[in-house]
């Protein structure tokens, strides 16, 4: 399958890397103790299973987040704590465009659709494999495309900017 040349989105950055451990306060001895993150915010969800931390590097829109998670329940799925990179997000300038354009030219996405996410921006996963319907997936890595806010698009490239992210 090719996909079509012109997108109706663009990527515009890193907006996350999420980390899962048995134990976020393991983690946090070593993103926030030694590396120096700050921690920002807490998200818990038993529907998602997964108890975090939100940190963060960088100012504004060039804020980076490093979510520290664990599982609620270490015997249930999803089981946040067994990659230990758990997934990636990505800032998009057009989520709904995006995922339209992607699903229709053999993207995979993972269950959920668009939502809210942890930080309150809505989210949705391009699943870690593909499918025989739907030949592109994340090759083993989970894939967080994330709405990127005004000051987000103003920062890195709104949709028809041509600026680089």
Known sequence: MTTSPTKPYRILGLQQIA??????????RLWVDVLGLQVVGHFVSEAENVDEDICAIGEGPRRIEVDLMQPLDPGRKPAVHATPLNHVGLWVDDLPKAVEWMSANGVRFAPGGIRKGAAGHDICFIHPTSSGEFPIGGEGVLIELVQAPAEVLAALGGPGDSGSA
């Open 19 to 28: 980390i899962g451990g048995p134990d976020k306060a393991a983690l946090r």
